[in-house]
């Protein structure tokens, strides 16, 4: 149904309500029971322990859990017992992010009105809000929440705050009048209220003509409840790794057992090796230590001002090739701002941003002292008297109470030294006359010290001019001549065009006795002094931020719910909006399937007049052109978009509940330059994440490649089962730990983002991974025959040496997982924690060959001084022979 295109009684036919009356009590109960009651339904939930156990439904976790089977079996209760605890605490912290997602809705519902005045049997009465029926009359004023979707019958002087709804930065003005336009944006849709908006000024009344589910609101806790949540890169990779690190386990298994058997050895003895294997291949520590290392990062990230609720969205954050930004307070500083001020033909401009009340005044570029600038004192003065707003402070912030474009008005004035305690001191307002959206108006009746009284009135330009027969020029009051009406209507143009909303203000002085009974009596004959035009100005360091995102080949998309000349106004001044970039409207959008945005999407950098659900349709056909998706933003309007999402950013200060309960980020500065420093951290996060996993997997190659070809050669084991798990869950783990505290190198936001199909093993890590644990592998067996040959087939010595080693050999290599080039290219003291992990596995190692009580477990002996020559000789050739060689290149 177009309810803005009816008429009123047209309205109330297809409701079946009594416009003087309302409905009564018996008919509302009918309605109640009929359609239900006028609140946001939530999806059926999935009960917590069913949710709890989805947790442990993922391929690294059911490796674990066969890690933890294998070391049972083995006989290693210890490590059984360390793989349950870590398997247990990543199944609850994916619990308690999943439950805390679950309050999207909850905080969705909170923004619903509790009380509603309504017509029921011809008389006003409040009822909860919930109770609400389509057709019920209801009527609200300043300070009051809709309580459902409401097609207007009357309005005086209504504003309503729909930002959470459109995005816009202003309230908007209503009326009753029907629409012509069918398929009107929601932010054009002056004759309509929606549940969960604010009225900031006047009074109206209208009938519902929904509630609950059926309300705009409601369609947007649709949108959440179907929005799918996405797996982050990090989480499908990790995937990948486990489904190949579980058959390579099963194949070596079968092939040690098999090798083994052949060549003469026991089958118990070869389960035990090939086992002993199997463990070796799979890095039990390697999701606890991602946690911790994306742990790392969100404090790292907290001190930049971002907080992340979802773990693995820091990493997400590092391979995001499009940001969709809210405009209105992320980009924008959220508070209308007086910029450009106009009269007796001169431009000033004035600096100082928000809610600063200090600035300079420029014109021509050049600082003037506005003190001597009567006429400019003037027209200030006259914003600030011709004002309902006023400038307050609560817990250190500043805020405007009262309507943002009369906030901007008043903060201007201040700039020129017309605070509030001055306007009081000097003038007395006698009498107002609200803004009324008719008129477009406002009007006082003022009185100054010296007893002149006058009339001060504020307005759209292009209405006050048609009530102005004079103009202020040149120190006097002129005749408005034809010559002036286009001189003025020429500059209202020339501010428009730089997307400026324009205030013009005009006075005329009045008799000490004369009584003004109406507002037509008063906005009549006056004398038109000057226009201010204002605009929400973007944040100073945000142009920086797109420009270090484009360097990083990340595009910055701009959506919001302003008009398409504003958006594109201040998408070029931030440099979003390249020359041969497109801007498409809501209208557009509308008309195109998401198949269809999806072959332009790519093209377009501004989204302006939208609703949540193209908000929707944008994020879905760019994840369809294969992007990795930032959302950004503030409004319910911006949650399903937000959830939907690969990573959603949410606003701390300006944003809803809704929105950063539905968000992965959360900017405590409501900074998009912060996303930029977020992006910088996800991308040495991975890029980290990368480091640890060549080392363990390095590492657990050489185990497997020592062992194995051993057998083939049909020498002795070099390493027993116990060994190869005390070097895969304590050598490996305090240096993997380590790598995730490694700062980023110069050139992470010089790159190109990561493609999003791009698999662990990329960028050569694979080739990596396979030569180095090859030849840790080798040197280990060398250091073996030779230990073997040299103590008289002394094995367990032999063993030892060989044990010695491989976590020798491990831990020089750590120092070459730090750069993707050679161990060279970085010093190996900026990592203070990875030397002191280093020195620490060192220490645990002489603890086990030294240590008598250990011997015995470990089966080890002492070495002697000679042979930790050839050890530390070896155990270095992996890493130092090759660091410039085709294998660090590769």
């Not at 003190?371 to 003037?378: A, D, F, N, R, S």
């Not at 100005?537 to 719910?561: F, L, N, S, W, Y």
């Amino acid at each position: 149904m177009q309810w803005h295109t009816l008429a009123t009684n047209e309205v109330a036919k297809e409701t079946n309500t009594n416009l003087t009356r309302g409905l009564t009590t018996e008919e509302a109960k009918k309605r109640l029971k009929r359609f239900g009651y006028n609140e946001l339904k939530e999806a059926k939930k999935q009960s917590a322990l069913l949710l709890f156990l989805n947790q442990f439904n993922d391929f690294m976790v059911l490796v674990l859990l066969a890690a933890t089977v294998i070391s049972g079996l083995l006989g290693e209760y210890v490590d059984a017992i360390a793989i349950i605890v870590i398997v247990i605490m990543n199944g609850c912290l994916g619990f308690f992010q999943e439950r805390r997602a679950e309050k999207s809705l909850e905080a969705l519902k909170k923004l619903s009105a509790p009380q509603a005045t309504v017509l029921r049997d011809g008389e006003w009465v409040k009822i909860p809000a919930r109770e609400l029926v389509v057709g019920d009359i209801v009527k609200f004023s300043s300070g009051d929440r809709i309580g459902a979707d409401v097609r207007l019958i009357d309005a005086k002087g209504l504003e309503i705050e729909e930002s959470a709804l459109t995005g816009e930065s202003v309230p908007t003005a209503k009326s009753a009048v029907p629409l012509m336009n069918e398929n009107a944006a929601i932010g054009d849709l002056h004759n309509m209220s929606f549940m969960g908006t604010l009225v900031t000024r006047g009074s109206g009344v209208g009938i519902v003509i929904a509630t609950g589910m059926k309300t705009a609101m409601g369609q947007i806790a649709n949108l959440l409840q179907e929005a799918e949540t996405v797996t982050t890169p990090l989480q499908r990779r990790l995937e990948q790794l486990g489904k190949i690190l579980i058959v390579v386990a099963l194949l070596l298994t079968v092939l040690v057992v098999a090798v083994g058997v052949i060549q003469g050895h026991g089958l118990y003895e070869m389960f035990l090796a090939g086992v002993s294997l199997a463990v070796a291949a799979i890095p039990e520590g390697l999701p606890a230590i991602v946690t911790i290392a994306l742990a790392l990062g969100v404090q790292r990230m907290i001190k930049k001002n971002a907080i992340v609720r979802k773990l693995p969205a820091v990493e997400t954050l590092g391979c995001a090739s499009v940001i969709c930004s809210d405009k209105t307070g992320t980009m924008t500083e959220n508070m209308m701002t007086v910029t450009h001020i106009w009269a007796n033909g001169k431009t000033w401009t004035v600096s100082g941003a928000g809610l600063e009340t200090s600035g300079q005044f420029y014109e021509n570029g050049r600082p003037i002292d506005d003190k001597k600038e009567t006429v400019l004192q003037q027209l200030l003065m006259f914003g600030a008297l011709c004002n309902s707003s006023q400038l307050k402070e609560k817990g250190g912030r500043r805020y405007i109470d009262g309507d943002p474009t009369e906030g901007a008005l008043l903060v201007a004035a201040m700039k020129a030294g017309w605070t509030k305690d001055r306007i009081e001191s000097e003038f007395i307002v006698e009498q107002e006359f609200p803004f009324d959206s008719e008129r477009k108006m406002m009007t006082v009746i003022v009185k100054d010290k010296a007893g002149r009284r006058f009339i001060v009135t504020k307005g759209a330009p292009d209405v006050l001019l048609q009530v102005c027969g004079q103009i202020y020029w040149n120190g006097r009051e002129q005749t408005m001549t034809m010559a002036w009406r286009k001189t003025v209507q020429d500059v209202i143009h020339k501010m428009a065009n730089q997307a400026l909303r324009t205030i013009a203000i005009a006075y005329r002085p009045l008799q000490a006795q004369k009584r003004i009974t109406s507002e037509k009596e008063a906005e009549k004959d006056l004398v038109f002094i000057g226009i201010q035009a204002m605009i929400d100005p973007p944040r100073p360091e945000v142009k920086k931020a797109v420009q270090q995102c484009k360097e990083a080949g990340i595009k910055t998309v701009m959506i919001t719910g302003d008009h398409v000349l504003t958006a594109k106004a201040i998408a070029k001044q931030l440099g979003v909006l390249p020359p041969d970039g497109k801007v498409m409207d809501g209208p557009t959008l509308s008309r195109l399937s998401v198949d269809e945005l999806e072959g332009a999407v790519d093209d377009i950098y501004v989204f302006a007049r939208v609703s949540p659900e193209h908000k929707l349709k944008i994020v879905k056909a760019l994840q369809r052109r294969g992007h990795i998706v930032a959302m950004t933003g503030d409004g319910v309007n911006d949650a399903p978009a937000i959830k939907a999402a690969d990573i959603g950013v949410a606003m701390g200060r300006s944003g809803t509940d809704v929105a950063k309960e539905a968000a992965a980020l959360v900017l405590l500065d409501d900074n998009f330059a912060t996303i930029q420093a977020a992006i910088q951290e996800g991308r040495n996060i991975y890029e980290n994440i990368r480091k640890f996993i060549r080392y363990l997997l390095a590492s657990n190659v050489g185990e497997i490649f020592v062992m194995l070809l051993a057998m083939l050669l049909a020498l002795p084991l070099p390493l027993v089962p116990i060994q190869i798990l005390w070097v895969n869950l304590v050598t490996d783990g305090l240096p993997a730990m380590a790598l995730g505290l490694d700062r980023a190198e110069e050139n992470v936001m010089k790159r190109p983002p990561r493609h999003p199909k791009e698999g662990v093993f990329a960028r050569g890590l694979g080739w990596k991974i396979i030569s180095r644990g090859f030849i840790i592998g080798l040197v280990t067996l060398a250091a073996f025959i030779t230990a073997y040959e040299r103590s008289g087939h002394a094995l367990v010595y032999a063993q030892t040496v060989a044990f010695a080693t491989l976590v020798m050999a491990q831990l020089i290599h750590v120092f070459d997982c730090r750069c993707e080039r050679s161990i060279l290219d970085r010093n190996p003291f900026e990592n203070i924690y990875l030397v002191a992990a280093v020195m620490i596995s060192i220490l645990l190692l002489l603890v086990v060959i030294y240590y008598p009580p250990l011997q015995g477990i470990f089966h080890t002996v002492p070495i002697a001084l000679f042979d930790w020559l050839l050890i530390i000789g070896l155990a270095a050739l992996p890493t130092f022979l090759f660091s410039g060689s085709l294998f660090a290149r590769k």
